[in-house]
């Protein structure tokens, strides 16, 4: 699946400097880490409990969020390591299976937010000429941001207009309305 959403994504002429597209690639080899060790080890049933409600927390909210795109697989995994979450945690004593999975699902998607917080944000200037955009991170709200000539001016809030022109000297100047 990893391999899949990578090809996906060059195949779609992402941009080079799209950390997002690592976070998530990485975040799914890591989520497929926690469930292969939650078979491979040799654990009890809380800890057990842990690494598959992690798992399953990360990968449901991925899915749900990634619908568009490579969701759908995803969720799939997510729900089917769900079940198993939910399977290891029944039975008795089921109070510190059921925290420890609790606890260890908002730390998933913790991760998962805050993961795409910072690699939205992550901006590559080119060297020379004008770039601009802008996003919306889930927590932090709109921002924009301009490069003129290698400097990144950044800000809070949404912007529709901007631009750059050249001036007299051949100089790249932003002309930005924001």
Do not use: K
Request: overall charge neutral; glycine content about 14%.
């Amino acid at each position: 699946m990893d391999a899949l959403y990578l090809g996906l994504i060059r195949t779609q002429g992402g941009p080079p400097e799209s950390y997002t597209v690592s976070f998530v690639s990485g975040y799914v080899l890591v989520m497929v880490g926690l469930l292969v060790a939650s078979i491979a080890l040799r654990l009890e049933r809380a800890p057990r409990a842990a690494l598959r409600a992690a798992a399953a927390a990360g990968l449901v909210v991925l899915g749900v969020i990634a619908a568009f795109s490579i969701g759908l697989p995803i969720l799939i995994a997510g729900v089917v390591a769900l079940v198993a979450a939910v399977r290891t945690m029944a039975g008795p004593g089921w109070i510190s299976p059921s925290f420890f999975g609790a606890a260890s699902a908002l730390v998933a998607v913790a991760v998962l937010i805050a993961g795409f917080e910072v690699t939205e944000r992550l901006i590559v200037c080119p060297a020379h000429g004008y770039m601009g955009g802008g996003g919306t991170g889930f927590i932090t709200g709109p921002y924009h941001y301009q490069c003129v000539n290698g400097q990144l001016h950044w800000a809070p809030g949404l912007c529709t207009s901007g631009g750059a022109s050249i001036d007299a000297n051949g100089n790249v100047v932003s002309t930005s309305g924001c």
